[in-house]
């Protein structure tokens, strides 16, 4: 079993920062890829971002690419996501997600290759 637990949600105003964490439980978190997804309101889960296992390789969503930026840290089985020039339409509950293997080329941004779900964290971009 893994635990994914997300934070560092909030609500800013547009063109503000936020730098969201993911803590992962067990000894496994190097082995995989992770990835960060997002869900307004009325919407389908979204790709947002995505690493390899050693974050050699990294995926952007194009309504995020130069805003945001991705990382991880092994050692602290950790991941991040800082997230600059806020908007409103990136208002959504944002989760973690641990992919089934090393990397993700190719299918990065399919929400079935991934089988660990974090609870989300809420972010709001207020106008």
């Known amino acids: 079993q893994v635990d994914l637990v997300e934070s560092g949600g909030g609500l800013v105003q547009i063109g503000s920062s936020l730098r969201l964490s993911c803590a992962a439980s067990?000894?496994?978190?190097?082995?995989?890829?992770m990835g960060w997804f997002r869900q307004a309101p009325g919407k389908e889960r979204e790709f947002v971002a995505a690493?390899?296992?050693?974050?050699?390789?990294?995926y952007y969503a194009d309504s995020v690419k130069g805003r945001f930026t991705i990382s991880r840290d092994n050692a602290k089985n950790s991941m991040y996501l800082q997230m600059n020039s806020l908007r409103p339409e990136d208002t959504a509950v944002y989760y973690c997600?641990?992919?089934?293997?090393?990397?993700?080329?190719?299918?990065?941004?399919?929400?079935?290759?991934?089988?660990?779900w974090g609870q989300g964290t809420q972010v709001t971009v207020s106008s």
């Open positions: 067990g000894r496994t978190f190097v082995r995989y890829a």
């Open positions: 997600a641990r992919a089934m293997g090393r990397d993700v080329d190719g299918f990065y941004d399919v929400v079935d290759e991934y089988n660990y």
């Open positions: 690493l390899n296992w050693n974050g050699g390789s990294t």
